[in-house]
């Protein structure tokens, strides 16, 4: 395999293969995306950094389900420099060639580069527009000397016809996507050591300005906006900076501030929110209806809101008057004051305990004192209080104290009478008055409402937000520091049974250790086993154990079942010992039967397929049909049964004595059946005849019409003067006329 990438590398894209060793993989293990997911096959997995395995479910691809488009991408975090992007597509562990069926999954594949995730915003890198099952390549080495933050794989299979060999749907069968560049923007060469121009996002390859930085233009970005413009290439254009001075050149920001009436960064907008002038700094709300008023000069183009006078409403009603344009006169208010000027109410208001334009009710709903302007909510069953003093007659609500009820319950109490205790409130404060709710959480080891219930379900910690999952047996950590009573689940150690087994131990307290792994890596810290699999032929955890099951090589991942009865392969080569099943040949019995074989050993001879094609390797069956006359799955049966021809479809009953006609042309050999005529005796008689060979004439047939083509019968009656089934009889017995009715 790894024979066959290098290869495929270093033919198709030129010199590539040496020239790109110091660029880092800036997709490794980051955030990814699919259009669909077949089960667990997710898109991170065509950036985790393994493809040794290319079967579409060996757990390192990323799967997709049938549609008519796919789309993946990867985020790389950030705008990088990109040299090229390296795909490696699935090829279930099979031959890379024209029959491979992932060949047609992947023809017709683009690759775009872009800043957001959508394609249409980016570039296009690459596109296939002429590749067959048989040429395209997997991996596949794509040069790109782009810039931007995300890679995107996208294939559709949306406006047929298509060439051939492309499949009807598309999958997503990345086994892994590798973009490589420089990870540290405004470099660019080949180890990513030479530093682009100032102001410029130059080619990953050499020099090249591709784009300047926000704020400045020129070949070589050196020049900054001019002329009340900024941003990107400058095609952005300032606002109205106070002075007419120019805006900064990046972010179009005026240094001077606003002209009177806008305000933002860039001066772009009118002021809003019931302000206006310089800096938005003056309010006008006063306007009838909530109107804006003039953003500049803070005139009220309406009028304005009740009690308030003057062009931009900023005069409150005086004179006893008020009301919408002050024209309403104010009266009996407290010592003569002047009453208030939207609603002509009083400002001094009334005796404690009433209310109303002629203080002449008693406060009720709650309230009480002068003016009715205190509250006594607090009262309990929600009765009234007294309307003067506002004390609560039966007693206060839950949490709160005092004969108005206006106390709420301090000293770690709450609840009703402020009877009940608080439980333990981070930091020592107080609970709510009237729940015992902390308002601040718990102590470490403890949770709820109220601060009384200590952590469980594996968790410990300030708010029981810290797990402890890893406990032996599965019992509860201590609530508070989380250590664990009994030790640690296989494969982890330390007090709190968070760290995972190292330097080749594993299992329950770290004590087992590792042996045999495939380059002395480390083994699983819970079960021992090796990460990196076994030597052809071999398998387990130990890697002590032959490839069984029909299965060979690498990990066993290689299949041989089509050896000979089902027997056992090598399990290194995948030789079969003992020959093939029948349709297979070679050494593996990896190659079916050709030359118009089939069979065990190829040694069985296919019938007459049409055409002379092939026959199925195995059954000897004809995939498209037997030549003229021939029928059965092997094509090796003469038609028969009154049939003819391709197929046996066509039908020849009209033979005389019922024998069968020519197989090939269907012509009857001794002739046809009374009533019918021609070579395939296929047409009735006619012109007035009839019998066999048609060698009979008919009588005189009413209206001169057809007579029966095999018995010479007449359908309608004789002409006048003749009688008879054929009306071949003249009327006698002085009968004339009709069917001889007239005498």
Not at 594 to 599: D, L, V
């Amino acid at each position: 395999m790894y024979a066959v990438v290098l290869l495929v590398c270093c033919s198709w894209v030129a010199l590539l293969c040496p020239s790109v060793q110091a660029y880092e993989n800036l997709a490794l293990k980051k955030s990814a995306w699919q259009s669909s997911t077949w089960r667990s096959y997710t898109a991170e997995r065509a950036v985790d950094g393994r493809y040794t395995d290319l079967w579409w479910n060996g757990g390192q691809c990323a799967g997709s389900v049938e549609r008519k488009t796919a789309e993946w991408w990867v985020d790389l975090g950030g705008v990088k420099y990109i040299h090229h992007v390296f795909i490696q597509y699935a090829t279930g562990n099979w031959v890379w060639d024209e029959n491979n069926d992932y060949t047609g999954y992947f023809l017709g594949f683009s690759v775009y580069i872009s800043n957001t995730t959508n394609k249409e915003d980016g570039v296009l890198c690459f596109r296939d527009t002429s590749y067959t099952r048989a040429t395209i390549p997997n991996p596949v080495n794509i040069t790109c000397p782009y810039h931007g933050r995300y890679v995107i794989y996208y294939n559709n299979r949306t406006h047929p016809p298509y060439p051939e060999g492309y499949s009807k749907y598309v999958y997503i069968e990345l086994c892994e996507v590798e973009v490589y560049g420089c990870p540290t923007p405004g470099r660019y060469g080949e180890n990513c050591s030479l530093l682009c121009p100032e102001n410029c996002h130059c080619d990953v390859i050499g020099k090249t300005c591709v784009e300047c930085v926000p704020g400045y233009k020129g070949h070589l970005c050196y020049e900054e906006c001019a002329g009340h413009t900024y941003g990107l290439e400058c095609k952005q254009s300032c606002g109205n900076c106070s002075g007419g001075v120019e805006c900064d050149h990046v972010t179009g920001s005026c240094p001077k501030g606003c002209d009177a009436g806008l305000y933002g960064d860039k001066c772009d907008f009118e002021c809003g929110g019931h302000t206006y002038g310089l800096g938005c700094n003056q309010s006008c709300g006063n306007c009838s209806g909530g109107v804006q008023c003039d953003h500049v000069t803070g005139i009220c183009p309406n009028g304005c809101v009740a009690g308030m006078s003057g062009d931009k409403c900023d005069l409150e009603c005086g004179g006893h008057t008020y009301g919408l344009e002050c024209k309403q006169s104010c009266g009996n208010c407290s010592g003569g004051v002047q009453c208030d000027h939207v609603t002509g109410s009083c400002p001094k208001g009334c005796d404690a305990g009433l209310y109303g334009d002629k203080c002449d009710l008693e406060c009720d709903g709650h309230t009480y004192g002068l003016g009715c302007n205190q509250s006594c909510g607090n009262c309990s069953g929600g009765v009234q209080c007294d309307h003067v003093t506002g004390i609560c007659p039966n007693g206060c609500v839950a949490g709160m104290s005092g004969d108005k009820c206006d106390l709420e319950c301090g000293g770690h109490t709450y609840g009703l009478e402020c009877k009940q205790s608080c439980g333990n409130c981070s930091g020592g404060v107080q609970c709510d008055h009237v729940t015992g709710i902390c308002p601040k959480g718990c102590d470490a080891g403890l949770y709820g409402d109220k601060c009384d219930l200590e952590c469980d379900g594996h968790t410990y910690g300030l708010g029981c937000n810290q797990s402890c999952g890893n406990c032996s047996g599965g019992v509860q950590c201590d609530h508070v520091t989380g250590i664990c009573p009994n030790g640690c689940v296989a494969g982890m150690s330390g007090d709190k049974c968070d760290l995972e087994c190292g330097g080749h131990t594993y299992g329950l307290e770290c004590k087992q250790s590792c042996g045999n792994c495939s380059g002395g890596v480390q083994c699983d810290h819970v079960t021992g086993s090796c990460p990196k699999g076994c030597d052809a032929g071999l398998y387990g955890d130990k890697c002590d154990l032959e490839c069984g099951g029909h299965t060979y090589g690498l990990g066993c991942k290689q299949s041989c079942g089509n050896c000979s009865g089902g027997v056992q392969c090598d399990l290194v080569t995948g030789i079969c010992p003992n020959g093939c099943v029948a349709g297979m040949s070679g050494e593996k019995c990896d190659l079916e039967c050709a030359g118009r074989t089939y069979g065990v050993e190829c040694k069985q001879s296919c019938g007459n397929c049409s055409g002379g094609v092939q026959c199925d390797h195995v059954t000897g069956n004809c995939p498209n049909g037997c030549d003229a006359g021939m029928y059965g799955d092997r094509c090796d049966l003469e038609c028969g049964g009154h049939t003819y021809g391709l197929g046996c479809k066509q039908s020849c009953g009209n033979c005389s004595g019922g024998v069968q006609c020519d197989l090939v042309t269907g012509i009857c050999p001794n002739g046809c059946v009374a009533g019918m005529s021609g070579e395939k005796c296929d047409l009735e008689c006619a012109g007035r005849t009839y019998g066999v060979e048609c060698k009979q004439s008919c009588g005189n047939c009413s209206g001169g019409v057809q007579c029966d083509h095999v018995t010479g019968n007449c359908p309608n009656g004789c002409d006048a003067g003749m009688y008879g089934d054929r009306c071949d009889l003249e009327c006698a017995g002085h009968t004339y006329g009709v069917e001889c009715k007239q005498s």
